[in-house]
Structure formats: C-alpha cells, structure tokens
C-alpha cells in the first residue's frame, strides 16, 4: 500500500520502486505524447470526469494551466518548516491508454518514469503500483503481473511540493510535472539486472584497465544452474566469460576446513593469516583457497569480470576515445537472452597532492555550469538541443561542465561521452533555504544517501565523468558524510566535491571534498591561498564569473592568477543559458519572464538571468571573452620577432598535438589588410613550444597608423562539434602604434559656433555635447549597491551652469559647472577649436570631487541628429567589450549598424560599449579620439534603458547617442561575487580626454 500522504515523509523515498541501474534494456514501447490530463488544486483532491490534454514529457506550469512557473534563489515559494508543505499543492493527473505487445506475453515488463517533479505516483489498471521522490532521477516499476494482453490504463499523479522539495531549493524555475521521456520496456524472466563499469589505466598511462560488475536478476523464476556472463570490448583478443552464482556453497560442518597440526589451524586461522598477508604455507594457502567461498560466499548473480587491454587511446576531452563494452548474459543452452552494449572510455583520475590529475596531467577546467532549461518547455530538453549545448560548449572552448545541481538526462552525458567534455555530475541535494538544517536532520539522511547512491549507480559508466558531487548549497553535516561513505566505497576510481564540506576553511580536514571548490571567490584569496604554504588539495571553483547581464569583469585577471599558481586548476562560470521563460503578453507581445512576471510571489527577479548565453542560445558578449581565454593554442612571442615574420606559438592541450589547426595571419593598418597569407601549424606536441615562419610574411613599409599582426586558428579538418575552417581563437600582437593624436594648435583657431550657454552647436546635432557621469545600472552594480549609491548622489540627473566663456585666436574656452541632483558640483572646462576643413577639436576635463569616489564614467554624451545608421570603428570588436572584460576583442576596423548596438539583455542595461577605439564614423561623421577609449552608439540613451523592465519595451529613437568615455568603471560580477577590480575604477581628480569632430564624406 502508498503511504496516504506520501509527499509529507521524508523518510519515505519510494515504495515499489526498482533499484537504478544503467542497463539499456533495448525493448520498448514509448507512451510520450498527449495523455489525458487535469490539474487539482491539492493531491487529497479526486479527479473529476473533466480532462483536458498535457503532453508528455512537458511541465503543466508551461501548458497554459491555472498554476504557473515560480522563481526563487534561495527562499522556499511557501514559508513552511521542513518537511511540512503547504495542503493548497498543484497536482497533476496524467492517463493514457495502451495496447500490450502481443510479443511481451509472459516477459517481465517495467514502466520507466524518466523524471517527475517532485513525487511521483503510479498506478495501473486501477491498482496502486508505487511511489517515487527525486525529480531528476528515472523511477521503474515491475508491473508485470498488472498489465494484460491488450487494452490497459496507465496513470500518473505528480505532487508539487513534498517534503523533497526542500532538499531541491535550487536557484532555478519552479515547475510541475514529467519532464523526461515515459516507456514500457520488456525483458526475460532471467536478465540483465545490472552494469556497474570501471575503465580505467595503468600507471603507464597506456594499459586500459576494466572491471566489469555484473548482476543477473531471475524475476519470478528460481535461480539456476548454466547461466553465464560474456564481456568483450576492443581491444581483447577474447571475451571474458564467467558463470554465473546461483546458490550458496554448501556449508560444512565446524571442524571442517581445517589443517590438522600441530598446530592445528582452523578457517578463522587461515582467515586472519591471509588477511595479514603471512599465508606462507601452501598446505595452509590450498585449504584457504578451498574454505574461503564458505566463509566469503558470493553474492547470487553478482559476477565481476576483469582484463587488461594493452595499448588504448584514453579517453580526454580533447580526444574522446570511446570503445563499445557488450554484455551477454546466456542461458543454459548456450543462447544469447540479452545482450547490451555501453560507450565506455579508458581514462585515469587521480588526486595528488595539489592536482586533479586527469590521465597524469592536471588539466586546467574552463568550465560552465548548465541547468536543464528551454524557454519554451521550462525544463524539457529535445535531444536535439541537448546536442546543440554540447557543440556550443566545444565551439566556445569550454571543456568542461557541472550539471548544476542534479543529475542530467544521461542523454546529455552520453554527448559528453562523445564530443568531449569532462563533467562533474551532482546530485539532485539543495536546502538553501534551510542551508544548516536538513543536513543534520536524520529525517532526511536517507535522501542524502539514496540520492548520491542513485545517481553513481546510473552514471558511473561515464568516462566523461571525473567527480562525483553530493550536491549544491546545503551546509554541511552528516548526511553528507554518510553519502560520501557510501560514494567512496562504492566508485573509489573518482574524487568527490561538495563546496559545503570546506566553505569555511579552505586547508581543514576533509571526508566530504577532495576538491576545493568555492565560490566566488576574490583573486586575492586564490592567490593568496596557493602562496600561503597550507594547501592540500587542488582548488577548482565550482562557481566564479558569475555572468548575469553585463558582466564576467576581471576574467582575464582570474586566469592570470590560475595559470601562474601552482594548485589553482580553473573553475566554472556561472551559467550557461539565461532562464527566460517565453512569455505571451495580452498584447500580444513575446518577452522573455523572469521572476515575478508570473504573479509569482515571494520571487528573486531577475537573478534568474545569469547565462553566458540569452535563452535562445546566443552568444552573450562574455562568451567571447571566455573563448579567447580557453584557447588550446596561444602566441607567446612579441613584436620584435613578429616583425621579421617569425612567431611562437604554445600548445595549451594536454593531449594532442597542434596539428589538428591551421593558420591564417594578416598585416593589418587602421584594420585595413595590408598583407595577408597560410600557414601550417605544427604538429607541437601537448603543453609544448614551437617557432613557426609565416610564409610571404612582408612588413609594409611608410605609411602612418597603428598595425598590427592578427593570427587566426581554424579547424584543419571537420570534427564532430563543428565544420573545417571554424576560428577557434585568434592572437594579435602590435607591430607600430601611432600613439596619442596630433592635437596642436597649428592651423587650428577659436572661430566655433556655441549658443548664449556656450554649448557646441553643429548641424549634425540634435542637441549639444553634454557631461556624461552616469550610465544605465548594470545588474553588478544595481545587486551590488553601486547603483543605488548612483541615484542617491544624483548622478542620472545633471544641471549645467555656464561659468565663463573665453574666446582666443586658436581655441575657445569654456568653463562651467555641472551638478547633479544631489547638489554635488563637478567643474568641466571644454577647449574648441576649428580647422579649415571644418573639423572641430573638443578638448575636456573635468575634476571630480572627493564626494565622488567611485562614478561609473566620465565623458561625452553626443546626440546626433536621425539619419545616423551605419556604423565603423576601429577598436576591439566586433562584439561588445568593456575595460575589464576586453581580452576577447581584436583590434580591427569593424562594421556594423546603430541598431544591432544594441545587446539585447532581457533586463536592459549599459551595453553596447567598445573598448580602445581610435575613430569611428557613421553616415558623414567621423569622430576621432587622441588615444583609444571607451565608445558606445545607439539609439537609446541610458535613462530609456534604465527605465524599461524588459528589452521589449525599449523604443529605440531616430537620434544616435555616442558616448566617448576619458574613463569606464569595469563592468565585475558583483551581483554574485567580486566587484572589479581598483584598476578599472574610475578615480576621483583630473580627468582630460580630446576628441575631433569631422562633418565631411567618410574615408
């Protein structure tokens, strides 16, 4: 019988549920699609005779139900004490009618439940079958004695909230319902119970290693003699084979197994003499051999298998070498009942000293964390895109990902498996909101344990797999050490990881880490951690640059500090994908929602948006910059060499050599192609140097302008995650640099038209230059309390009062006062001149007081007249950069439009900004700067951003805003995490920028 409230047990996990497993039972029958479906207010509620239509797999709160999606961080969605929930609790009935194969007549059959949020109840044919908690692992039921020739009916209730909930308070959307595929599959009455693999290597890093435990399961039937387990995977001359156990041995009586002496030895005796390894005697070791399946009987249908395998390609990231393991399990009449193949790769992790070791080198992990999310189906993930996030991540040099914070669909392990990425796989543990409660509650040790233990049971096949996780955010106490225990014993072949075990002390004692793994910390305590002499363990963050908005500041300088630290491996970046759910608005209107905009109360809002990619996928300008930084292949010369034509390039794979890549390289003036050609990159061997000639290399001669080499890296060939000729990275190094503008006086004067204010009037204007001290809030600065600070010092509104104008023969000056709204007064003084072809040269400075310490810009804001739309610069490009987040950006001459400016955050911001720009023009203007700075265009200004709570309601305008920075405040991560860094604040004092202003044709 099922428990009448099952979801408020938390000592209740399951009834009728079958152990997991990781064998692919090839028979089956998929029941996906469109079941019958009502929603009821709470579980004790009875359905009705109403049905109305849910697919499956799907959530309800994304199928136009009355209960819809909910977001919290770390708040609970009810205010209730663990395990209580609240009794209003979405249910949802799922029915649906099927024909049994007339095949599956006297087989076992098993309904597969891929996952369901948060307890899941079976029934069949109107008979309970059983019970399931844990919403991001498969539940399987034998229902082989309930199903019947024929019509049948399946139904499945889903409970929202459960005691299981509160150990599932991960910072993402809330939903109910099946969110992974529902099938029937059938198999013998004898069959395949179990896999449990281990592909590992020999300390020669060469000789593949496999230990392969099997177990053999009769169902109804009694254990018999002749059954028998057959292994062959590549690379074996034969296949292994052993029989399979069926009974106990007979057990003699008490003075058997003895060595009669003197002195006599009884099998306790010879037990303890093998155990401490002085079993010398052979008359002794041949008795032991006899006596000790006795005292050691096997286990009925548990084979273990195990080979060498000379010479294999180990599986890495950067060459995913797999092999098929088949498995047959035959009968007493020599025939194959079943037979199953798994992808299996040969690899080695190890943890020593300071260092994960992965195949004897410790890789440096430029990660990702990845929730399960689709802005359309909530957490239904199609294959197809499962696929689509792993080529992504490899296209973005990403190698390695932290299924944040649950066990994916294996699916996607599989694809990690295939193209290569290395994963942390986590169990589905999170109590945020009780962070130092359910971990010491002994009402839920259990759950601790049956969640590590499920999730090691279905994955550890995995070669792609490199540590174990026992979840996210949810202190630390027993139970997690009573996982770790079973963890260690169980799959001794991986590290575990738990931020929670170490969070307080980095060098303490550690049961539950072999990583340490925080997160976002500040360089400082990285660097200073790997200096201080008390390190024990390798430091790989589980969460750093966290990437909500415009943001990911500073990762330049974590890398720094990662490569030059001994201990330091690399981290991963907080997140994959902005969780934007597709919302229809009355209007009509398609935005992506955040927390709140479903009514959804309390809610975090929108830090539910912290991806390096929007929720389509696309690229957020960060991804960029984590790319340039993960480069496989990097320049490590300068300009000297690069002048005469030479360069050396440094291999940063750990396991193959360069030869997969090959080059382009070009000469470039002003970002115009001076001189370009081919090269072959050599085939430098992993972590190694080589110095290559570029082949037609030529240094142009004469000429003004800033040159310089660009280096492209492409695919050589095609591989699995993308087409030959896709860029993997770039490098550029500075050949000539012009240096700061020529601002002379020299054929300059003071004749300038200003209006009675002294403001700079022109007929490319819509209105006159103004100060810039303000710019739209970020999320860093708006999480981070700059923001706030901003608007309370009076920044997003100044006043200008004239002060004095000074009219010379080779410039005008202007003096003036701007104040903001706070009442606080920054001088700015402006020198104009003109030249005969019209140009006009501005000069600024400005002074900014003390009671201004940390402003997020100084510039000019120029509002240009409708009819401004196409867009060139040369600066960093072509993607959006900003000071501490510029690395990923080449120099070049970029083209573009205002209107594509525009970086379409789903919480509107700054953005759009271009670091190190010399000139830029746009239909007739030029604008060139005395050396290169901070530039944005667009057709919106910072309030008009500011102002709107999605990018649907932003109206762009016909004027194009230019904004030419003297200074920019580093865009950090301090909506979770660091704040930028002291160089990229902007200081107090003197700031002097000039620009020059040209109205003729565009060169």
Known sequence: MISSRPWADPQLLATGRLPMHAVPHADRLP??????????????????????????????????????????????????????????????????????????????????????????????????????????????????????????????????WSDASFVEDQD????GGITRPVCLYATEQTHLAQL?????????????????DVLVDWGDGEPDAGWRIEADVDGLPEPLSVDVPWRLPKTEGPGDWVVPGPPRRGILDLQSLAAAGALTDPEDAARWREGEPIIRP????????????????????????LSTLRVS??????????????????????????????????????????????????????????????????????????????????RFLDLCDELGLYVIDEADIESHAWYNDVCRDPAYRAAFVDRVARMIERDRHHPSIIAWSLGNESGYGPNHDAAAGWARRVDPSRPLHYEGAMKFDWSSDQTAS????????????????????????????????????????????????????????????????????????????LRYAYGGDFGDVPNDGTFVLDGITFPDRAPKPGVWELKHLASPIRLVSGADAARRGTVVLENRDCFRDASWLRGEWAVTTDGAVDASGTFDVPAIPPLGRSEVALPGFRMPGGGEG??????????????????ARHEVDWAQVELVATGALAVGHDGWSGEVHLDDDGLLQHPAFAAPPSLALWRAPTDNDRIGGMGGRWAAQGLPSLTRRLDGIERGPSETVVRATWTTAAGIEVPHEVRLARDVRGRIRVTERVVVPESLPDLPRVGTLLALAPGHETLTWFGRGPHETYPDRARGGRVGRWSSTVTDQLVPYVRPQENGGHTDVRW??????????DQPRQVSVLHLTAADLDAATHVVELRPRPETFVTIDAVHRGVGTASCGPDTLPPYLVATGEHRWTWILDGGTPS
């Open 172 to 175: 993402q959307w809330w939903h």
């Open 329 to 410: 399990l035959i009968g007493p009449d020599g025939g194959v009942i079943e037979q199953v193949e798994r992808r299996i790769g040969f690899r080695r992790i190890v943890v020593r000293d300071v260092e994960l070791l992965i195949n004897g080198q410790p890789v440096l992990i430029h990660g990702v964390n990845r929730h399960e999310f689709d802005p359309r189906t909530g957490r239904v993930i199609d294959p197809a895109d499962m696929r689509a996030d792993v080529v992504a991540m490899k296209r973005w040099n990403i190698n390695a990902v932290r299924t944040s914070h649950y066990p994916d669909d294996p």
């Open 196 to 212: 449990a693999v281990d592909a590992g290597l020999d300390e020669d890093l060469a000789t593949g290693t496999l230990a392969l």
């Open 920 to 929: 830029l023009e746009t239909d007739g203007i030029r604008i060139e700067l």
């Open 298 to 321: 096997p286990n009925i249908g548990q084979v273990r298998l195990a080979a060498r395998i000379p010479d294999v390609t180990p599986w890495s990231a950067e060459v995913p070498a």
């Open 514 to 589: 072999d990583i340490i793994c925080p997160m976002y910390p500040p360089i400082g305590a990285l660097v200073g951690y790997a200096r201080s002499g008390q390190q024990r363990r390798p430091l790989i963050m589980c969460e750093y640059a966290h990437a909500m908005g415009n943001s990911m500041g500073t990762l330049g300088e974590y890398w720094d500090a990662i490569e030059a630290n001994h201990g330091l491996q690399g981290g991963f970046v907080w997140e994959w994908r902005d969780h934007g759910l597709e919302q229809r608005l009355p209007d009509g209107t």
């Open 706 to 723: 800033d040159r310089q080499l660009t280096l492209r890296f492409l695919l050589r060939e095609d591989a699995s995650w993308a087409a």
């Open 31 to 160: 029941l996906d699609g469109t079941w019958r479906f009502q929603l009821l207010q709470r579980p004790t509620d009875a359905p009705t005779g109403d049905w109305d239509e849910a697919q499956v797999p799907g959530v309800w709160t994304m199928q136009g139900t009355w209960d819809h999606p909910h977001y919290t961080n770390v708040q609970m969605p009810f205010p209730n004490r663990p395990p209580r929930v609240p009794d209003e609790n979405p249910t949802g009935v799922y029915e649906r009618s099927f024909e049994l194969p007339e095949a599956w007549t006297g087989k076992r059959v098993v309904l597969h439940v891929g996952a369901a949020e948060s307890v899941l109840i079976v029934a069949l044919n109107g008979r309970d079958v059983g019970m399931s908690k844990d919403s991001h692992l498969a539940a399987e039921f034998d229902v082989t004695h309930l199903v019947r020739p024929g019509g049948n009916t399946l139904r499945l209730t889903v409970v929202k």
